[in-house]
């Protein structure tokens, strides 16, 4: 019906830079908030950053200044451009989006399937 697919992933320097992406397609009436979350083993998954349709952003502390936040409604992406990255971001990425389905009035959840980032010297 409808799937995320993330892109961006990879191994960087502390220090580099990476620009994750994440699609949505199927039949989509629309999207509202959509979002970054990190997951690292034997933790809770986490918000890195959140972004309305309307394009208000919110990040969580550890990353404000760092990363970047977007969203690109007429190809239904959105885009995290981490910069400053630390040996501490590295985490499983997971794109989450709420999205209403065509045909439909309610919102529903989806994931991505998740995208490594690992940042090491």
């Known amino acids: 019906q409808v799937q995320l697919v993330e892109s961006g992933g990879g191994l960087v320097q502390p220090g580099g830079s990476l620009r994750l992406s994440c699609a949505a397609s199927g039949s989509i009436f629309s999207i509202n908030v959509m979002g970054w979350y990190r997951q690292a083993p034997g933790k809770e998954r986490e918000l890195v950053a959140t972004i309305t349709s309307g394009g208000s952003t919110r990040y969580v502390d550890s990353v404000k200044g760092r990363f970047t936040i977007s969203r690109d409604n007429a190809k239904n992406t959105v885009y995290l451009q981490m910069n400053s990255l630390k040996p501490e971001d590295t985490d499983i990425y997971f794109c989450?989006?709420?999205?209403?389905?065509?045909?439909?009035?309610?919102?529903?959840?989806?994931w991505g399937q998740g995208t490594q980032v690992t940042v090491s010297s």
């Open positions: 989450g989006a709420d999205i209403i389905r065509r045909g439909y009035l309610y919102v529903e959840r989806y």
